[in-house]
Structure formats: C-alpha cells, structure tokens
C-alpha cells in the first residue's frame, strides 16, 4: 500500500512529497548560508575589527620582536589581512617597514606622498603617530578588494619609533 494523505491524520503525507519538502528545504537552507557568506565577503572591515587588528598587531611586534612582527604583517599568508583590512607599518621618517597589501613598498620613504586630494598623508601620520600616539586619519587610497579610490579612515598606534595602522574605506 503506498503513502497518501488520510483526512483523518493530514500530517502523513506522500512518501515522495516529504522528500521533496526535505530538499527543497535543505536547499533553501544551502543558498541561505551561500548568500550570507557572499554578503560578508562583500562587506568592508568595521572601525572596531581595525582597531583590534592594530592592536593585536602590535602586541605580536612586542611579543615576537620586530624582524618576525614586520615579516608577518607583510607575509601573504598574514593572520594580518581581512577582507579589505591590512596593517602597515611606518617608521617616524616615512620609511614602510611592513606593508600587508603590497611588499613592493617595504624599504621605501614615502613621507612626501599625496592622495589624490593632494594631501601628504605618509607626513601627515608620522607628525601624528609623533604627537598623539594613537589616532585616527582620513585620507583616499586604493580599495585592494575593489581596486577603486575611495575615502579610508586609518587607526594607528605607535610603537616606539613607529606607527602600526590598519584602515577601513568608508
């Protein structure tokens, strides 16, 4: 005898047709899950998740020293990136120690460039880093996930004679 609706118990129901209610709900609950992952990986990094970036940069540097600190904040494999976030570091003459979106720029003095604003932003984070220790600082930068200018809000600290920052775009 197969499986049909009974007035009497209407929660049985075809054999097939719970199958396929079971399928199309695990499949609901697949592209649910899809599509919350895809809008996370969407999503820029918030204010808070670059302050503990930085902070926990920093505390890493302190721990392991600065050689292994500016070698794993630059690495590609860093526990220093997520998403749109990375940290950089800066010596207080401009010069990049670690860079986790380019490696090309470590060694390099940058204190003389310009957003496309025209503002110094390198000077203007070491007068910072020197002065207040712990700030944020607006600029406009290259997005690395949507290769765009767009305005970037960096938070920095520093750490002896320099400033460990990570930055989110608005």
Known sequence: RGWSINPQRPWRTDFKDCLMNKHVSFATVIAAFAFAGIAHADEGASPAE??????????????QG???????ISSKAS???????????????????????????????????????????????????????TFWQDYKFTNP??????????????????????GIYK
């Open 79 to 133: 526990q220093f990136k997520d998403r749109d976030l990375y940290l950089v570091v800066y010596g207080l003459d401009g010069t990049v120690r670690a860079h986790g979106a380019n490696e090309k720029m470590i060694g390099k003095n940058l204190i003389e460039l310009k957003d496309v604003d025209g503002k110094a932003f390198v000077k203007e984070r070491v007068e910072l880093a020197a002065s207040k220790g």
């Open 50 to 63: 670059a302050t503990a970036m930085v902070k926990k940069g920093v505390a890493f540097i302190k721990a």
């Open 145 to 166: 996930v949507s290769k765009k200018i767009e305005p970037k809000s960096m938070y920095c600290e520093k750490l002896e004679d320099a400033a460990v920052c990570g």
């Open 66 to 72: 600065k050689d292994k600190g500016y070698a794993e």
